[in-house]
């Protein structure tokens, strides 16, 4: 079964850290680029980041550019995203997310699989 | 970036009646790149559609889609009681990929 499980979220102030985890299982890991998305409450989804399979070249939004850095460890199948100088409006749940294709084209596909989410709180 | 805006943003139903969801982009989306995704509460999307017509891996038939350039559609030809949720646009032919703001889907 494939299985997406994020850690890590929780009550930050603004200005804070927090480093989210995503522990991928059932399909290989090593050969998908993976993604964070974020949903604020009551709002769309809003992609954050992207990192590819091949060569961990890494994009971001606009949004969080500069801020976080998405990064993963093919050999214990999981993918990070740190999140520094945190912000009230990063405030909403984090989903792991799995492209759908892989190759060179990575990027250009929708997410096939998503983690459960955790919950990001950033507020004094 | 590409902004996509679904209508209706809510949408009364019953069950066994026939629904449209409508998904438009404000350029057109590169080589029919859009996808929908079904959410429940509490839940993550689920990707239903993707290639504006192709259903995902499990995805009954009675989900269907299509569309090109800015506009789409999400149809669900007999509604069940797990079909009400709220669905989502998501185009990813163009970085950064955007999604639409949602319409539910209520009885």
Excluded at chain 1, 48 to 67: F, K, L, W
Excluded at chain 2, 18 to 27: F, M
Aim: glycine share 12%.
């Amino acid at each position: 079964e494939v299985q997406l499980v994020e850690s890590g979220g929780g009550l930050v102030q603004p200005g804070g850290s927090l480093r989210l985890s995503c522990a991928a299982s059932g399909f290989t890991f090593s050969s998908y680029g993976m993604g964070w998305v974020r949903q604020a409450p009551g709002k769309g989804p809003e992609w954050v980041s992207g990192i590819s399979h091949r060569d961990a070249s890494t994009n971001y939004a606009d949004s969080v550019r500069g801020r976080f850095t998405i990064s993963r460890d093919n050999s214990k199948k999981t993918l990070f995203l740190q999140m520094n100088s945190l912000r009230v409006e990063d405030t909403a749940v984090y989903y792991c997310a799995k492209y759908g294709g892989s190759g060179f084209t990575w990027v250009l596909n929708p997410f096939d699989m998503w983690g459960q989410g955790t919950l990001v709180s950033v507020s004094s | 970036e590409i902004v996509l805006t679904q209508s209706p943003g809510t949408l009364f139903m019953s069950p066994g009646e026939r629904a449209t969801l409508s998904c438009r982009a404000s350029r057109s989306v590169s080589i029919s790149s859009l996808a929908w995704y079904q959410q429940k509460l509490g839940q993550a999307p689920r990707l239903l559609i993707y290639g504006a017509s192709r259903r995902a891996t499990g995805i009954p038939d009675r989900f269907s889609a299509g569309g090109s350039g800015t506009d789409f559609t999400l149809t669900v030809s007999r509604l069940e009681p797990e079909d009400f949720a709220v669905y989502f646009c998501q185009q990813y032919g163009s970085s950064p990929p955007t999604f639409g703001q949602g319409t539910k889907l209520e009885f």
